[in-house]
């Protein structure tokens, strides 16, 4: 029988290498597997020293690129079936860096494969692609690879990342519909303001009359547009980047966060978001095996909002103080009691991760709702706004005509 050579790690993160007589890969893979340990890569000796021989000649240097949403759950789903289905993970990486299509995340699998070959352990190797793998990423293999379970965990992390992408989706579906209509009808005005009411100020200074107040401060607004046009365009585009700048301070940032909390119409459809993405994240890394305060850090660099972040952060202190979880997240004005409460009970009772999940899919459902009703109370809105901003141009420029007309079947 041939002699594989073959390569793993032990449960404390150590790689060890070998020898094994048997009749194929797979007896090997499933003999170490029964000792927990988790498989890097098994070769037939002559074709490890073959494939030693190759490595040793010369390579070529690559930069890492980026990688999709949906080519990475792929990537994820296919990892978890190969290494499910025996085969080691050296070689179910080199596998999938050879049948990825783009060539960006190509160059990152390689790269990968390298620091994997080269003795590195597999979250340690993702962790230096960042702009592909996130530190939830990163931490989850990682728990995957101390417990040996790695093809579970990377079956939940594809889930994970389905279950965000399609949160993801459904928020841009709500906000597209009303930025695009806000669009439009700010394009409207600015036509009817440069376009159009222009052209009656000729006609009101012929007549000749007084001009009520509401018809000379559209002329004056449409005269101002069209003379200063460039200078409008410089202040709006002065006043996003200035936004922008202010967004990325720690000050501006929480206060923008505390702003889309609290907004009319969209604040209880952007919080609960928020509260499904912490619920979902925290319930993942639980059950991947990630300890509580490595779980929490993660939690509160991935919530998207710095009011839940420092809310997070602040449990993190406390449960490393020998205190609960619970009081700090009391104290923060986004979570609600019911989610306090079944924190409580859950740290309580041992099965946190269960009631996360159970939060995360009870928020998905309330979003998927939020949405459907923010939909059918934005078209009204929209109109409603749409209809005000062009009556009121309209009103505007017809009312001297109105009053010219009153004034003359008077005379008559």
């Known amino acids: 029988m041939p002699t594989f050579k073959y390569a793993a790690k032990t449960n404390d993160g150590k790689t060890i290498s070998g020898t094994m007589v048997a009749a194929a890969p797979a007896e090997v893979v499933g003999e170490l597997r029964r ?3 988790v498989v890097l890569d098994v070769e037939e000796t002559n074709r490890a020293a073959a494939a030693s021989a190759a490595a040793a000649g010369p390579r070529v240097a690559s930069k890492p690129g980026r990688a999709k949403k949906d080519e990475l759950v792929i990537f994820t789903r296919q990892l978890s079936t190969m290494i499910s289905a025996g085969i080691p993970l050296l070689e179910s990486l080199e596998v999938l860096s050879q049948q990825v299509d783009n060539p960006g995340f ?25 702009k592909v793998f996130a530190p939830i990423y990163c931490s989850m293999v990682r728990a995957g690879e101390v417990s040996g379970q790695l093809d ?14 399609k949160l993801k989706r459904e928020i841009k579906a709500a906000m597209t519909y009303p930025v695009i209509s806000l669009v439009m009808v700010l394009g409207i005005t600015m036509f009817l303001m ?5 052209q009656f100020r000729p006609i009101f200074d012929s007549l000749q009359i007084d001009l009520p107040k509401l018809t000379a401060i559209v002329l004056n607004c449409s005269q101002w547009l069209v003379n200063h046009w460039f200078t409008a365009g410089v202040i709006g585009a002065a006043a996003f980047a200035a936004l922008t700048m202010f967004k990325r301070t720690e000050t501006g940032g929480y206060t923008m966060d505390w702003f889309f909390l609290k907004m009319p119409v969209f604040g209880p459809l952007f919080r609960k978001v928020a509260l499904s993405r912490f619920s979902r994240t925290f319930s993942t890394l639980l059950r991947s095996g990630v300890p509580i305060l490595g779980a929490l850090e993660i939690v509160a660099d991935t919530s998207g909002n710095r009011i839940i972040s420092r809310a997070v952060l602040a449990a993190r202190d406390s449960v490393r103080n020998g205190n609960t979880l619970t009081e700090p997240l009391e104290k923060s004005p986004v979570f609600p009691p019911m989610v306090t409460r079944m924190i409580s009970i859950g740290e309580k009772s041992g099965s946190l991760e269960q009631l996360l999940e159970k939060i995360s899919v009870f928020y998905d459902e309330q979003v998927g709702a939020a949405v459907k009703s923010l939909t059918s109370m934005i078209e009204p809105l929209l109109i409603g706004l749409m209809g005000g901003l062009v009556g009121t141009i309209v009103f505007a420029v017809f009312l001297p005509i109105f009053e010219i007309q009153k004034k003359l079947s008077g005379g008559g």
């Open 35 to 37: 000792k927990s340990l």
């Open 106 to 130: 190509a160059k990152t699998l390689r790269l990968v494969v390298d620091d994997v070959r080269g003795g590195a352990d597999f979250s340690s190797s993702l962790a230096k692609q960042p």
């Open 152 to 165: 579970e965990i990377l079956v939940r992390l594809a889930e994970y990342q389905e279950a965000s992408a």
């Open 194 to 198: 440069i376009g159009i009411v222009p």
